[in-house]
Every structure is written in C-alpha cells, then in structure tokens.
Nanobody
Framework: LEVVESGGGLVEPGGSLRLSCAASGFTLDYYAIGWFRQAPGKERERVSCIARIDDRTYYANSVKGRFTISRDNAANTVYLQMNSLKPEDTAIYYC????????????????WGQGTQVTVSS
C-alpha cells in the first residue's frame, strides 16, 4: 500500500503547478488525504486536507485562496492545484493517507509518499 506524488518542478513566481497523489493497493474513497510540505531548516507544515465522507477541505492560512485540493475517485488520485506561487512555497511536498470511518481531517496519517520537490524561483 503506498501513495506516490508527482507534478513538482521549477516554476517562476506567480506560476502554477498541479501535484498528484496516486494511491496504489487501496481505494482512496475511504481515506482522508493530506498534503504537507517541508522546506530546508523548517518543520513540516500541513498545507491542505480533504476529508473522506463529505470532501470537506482544510487549508493553511499561508495557502488559502491560492491552493485547491480535490479528489478524483475514478482515478484514485488526489490533486493539489497551486496557483500564484511564491518563493516561500518552495519545499518538498508530501501526500499522506489515513483510513477514516468518519469525516474530518486527522492529525495522524498511515501512509506517506516519498515527496516531490517544488521550487519557485525566477
């Protein structure tokens, strides 16, 4: 069972990227999915989360209004659309999954991906 991130890269300030979190070995329908990031020398930060049952979403204040999380159950994938990117968004981005019996976003996750690098620079 694993999740795999993709879609990172180098983008200029103001640009956009879409990250993907694909599940292998399980169905994302039953899981809450979180996106996290960690920049060099900084602690890991939760960026966004999408709940299992009602698809309720959560965003960190630093990305609210710029990032959008969504899920495509048919593709077994969760996306993070990142617009108006800033240099301070530079980090390794991770997705994580947790099996949930109820809605909401958990504080702990069961499965973590290896991460994808996002660099925002001119």
């Amino acid at each position: 069972l694993e999740v795999v991130e993709s879609g990172g890269g180098l983008v200029e300030p103001g640009g956009s990227l879409r990250l993907s979190c694909a599940a292998s070995g399980f169905t994302l329908d039953y899981y809450a999915i979180g996106w996290f990031r960690q920049a060099p020398g900084k602690e890991r930060e939760r960026v966004s989360c999408i709940a299992r049952i009602d698809d309720r979403t959560y965003y960190a204040n630093s990305v609210k209004g710029r990032f959008t999380i969504s899920r495509d159950n048919a593709a077994n994938t969760v996306y993070l659309q990142m617009n108006s990117l800033k240099p301070e968004d530079t980090a390794i981005y991770y997705c994580a999954a947790r099996l949930m019996l109820t809605g909401g976003c958990p504080t702990d996750y069961d499965y973590w991906g290896q991460g994808t690098q996002v660099t925002v620079s001119s």
